[in-house]
């Protein structure tokens, strides 16, 4: 199945909703749980899958993904046809860079018809979940359908930036609905659980789409032929923002549209239905602070389906004693990554990422530190997000008064602190 079907990772988006985070990085490569990138996830479904033939669309500020998939994802062997590789706008028809996404794939035409794939596994780089694709694929090549498109069941608003799916006999997809966006402008629907919309039973069950389609490679390039077509006959513009609205949609009344189920039993991965597109500042908190609970929604630890990923060689995390106080470094329900030393300071509630230093007498509550963050003596943080390589003054607090740390740093609807660089001249 492996060499029948190609994969295209979509890994365009910038994340208007986590700005803060994508300020240096794509989407797809934004830290996640404490050692991972956003992408790993889709691309240990590919592995686990046994799908191997994929191609990762890149553009904007792409260095850091391409350098992530270059250090972690050389694992496959091209003598066996499979591999990773990033695709970034190749112009070959104009000067254009990628307008959207399909507009992305369509620029790769060329790459869609030399491959021998009878099918086209379209796929979100920037979204959070476990998923075996094999089953997927199985499932669209018995059905039959031109399309399969992934979906998951949600009660109320659902995730708020997914298209909703009405769905007929057999699976069959009727149509689609637009997104309804995020009702309280806080995030906090993003998608975070299935099993969270799926509590109030008073609310009927509904279906959105997950960033996930399977064409059949013939019918994929014809329809980008006829897209092409309609392209010309308005101007040379059409929308393109949204694959199961521009483009499926128009499909369920002249080609069979199947749906997939998402967090069905069948498949080799446990279906904790999870799915996360951290669309916002506060999804992706709440989506990693999740991770920290006694059963969390997403569970990292499943042997069977392990999270690849590239670290660095780095020792392993440690507490000491403080230089100056005596006092033991603590740590409390946190994750630690590689290279972390806690040095007379307490951590609570929190995910470490490589090579963090808490200084002595520092305490860090409830909070995300990317790779090399430095917490210096006294300093106190809480509900923070800092990114990487920040250092914070000793004495310094964050997160206790919003109003001050709106006029310094980046501050969510939901109080949720991102600090992405320090002014010096204001923290001393």
């Known amino acids: 199945m492996s060499k029948e079907t190609l994969i295209l990772i979509l890994a365009i988006d910038r994340g208007v909703g986590s700005a803060p985070l994508t300020e240096h990085r794509t989407k797809a490569a934004v830290p996640f749980g404490g050692k991972y990138r956003v992408i790993d996830f889709t691309l240990a479904n590919c592995l686990h899958s046994g799908l191997r033939q994929v191609l990762v669309l890149t553009q904007y500020k792409s260095h850091s993904l391409h350098k992530h998939l270059r250090d972690g994802w050389s694992i496959f062997n091209p003598e066996l046809r499979e591999f990773i590789t990033p695709v970034p706008p190749q112009m070959r028809e104009s000067q254009d860079w990628y307008a959207g996404p399909f507009d992305a794939i369509r620029q790769n035409r060329y790459l869609i018809e030399r491959s021998q794939a009878e099918r086209i596994l379209i796929l979100d780089g920037g979204v959070v979940y476990r998923m075996d694709y094999a089953e997927l694929v199985q499932a669209h090549a018995d059905s039959g359908a031109a399309v399969t498109v992934a979906v998951r069941a949600v009660r109320g608003a659902g995730s708020g930036t997914q ?3 009405e769905l007929g006999e057999r699976e069959h997809i009727l149509g689609f609905r637009p997104p309804v966006g995020d009702p309280g402008g806080s995030g906090s629907r993003f998608g975070v659980r299935a099993e969270m919309d799926l509590e109030d039973d008073e609310q009927p069950e509904q279906f959105e789409t997950m960033g996930v389609f399977v064409f059949d490679r013939r019918f994929l390039i014809e329809e980008m032929t006829r897209y092409d077509q309609r392209r010309q006959a308005a101007g040379g513009t059409l929308p393109d923002t ?38 916002s500042v506060d999804a992706y908190y709440q989506a990693n602070m999740g991770l920290l609970r006694a059963e969390p929604p997403l569970d990292l630890y499943q042997a069977e389906w392990t999270i690849h990923t590239h670290q660095g060689q780095y020792p392993p995390a440690r507490t000491v004693p403080g230089t100056r106080s005596g006092n033991e470094g603590i740590f409390v329900n946190s994750m630690l990554a590689a290279g972390t030393v806690i040095s007379g300071g307490g951590v609570n509630h929190s995910i470490l990422f490589p090579r963090v230093r808490v200084n002595d007498g520092a305490i860090v509550e409830a909070s995300i530190l990317f790779t090399g963050v ?18 914070i003054p000793r004495g310094m607090r964050i997160g206790f008064d919003l109003k001050a740390d709106r006029e310094r740093f980046c501050v969510s609807p939901q109080g949720v602190v991102v600090v992405t660089k320090i002014d010096q001249q204001a923290s001393g």
């Open 242 to 279: 949204d694959l199961a609205l521009d483009v499926v949609a128009p499909l369920t009344s002249l080609h069979q549209v199947q749906a997939y189920r998402f967090g069905q039993a069948r498949g080799r991965v446990t279906p904790d239905r999870y799915w996360c597109d951290l669309a």
């Open 163 to 165: 298209a909703g799916v």
């Open 374 to 391: 430095v917490v210096g003596e006294g300093a106190h943080l809480r509900n923070c997000i800092v990114e990487k390589g920040v250092e």
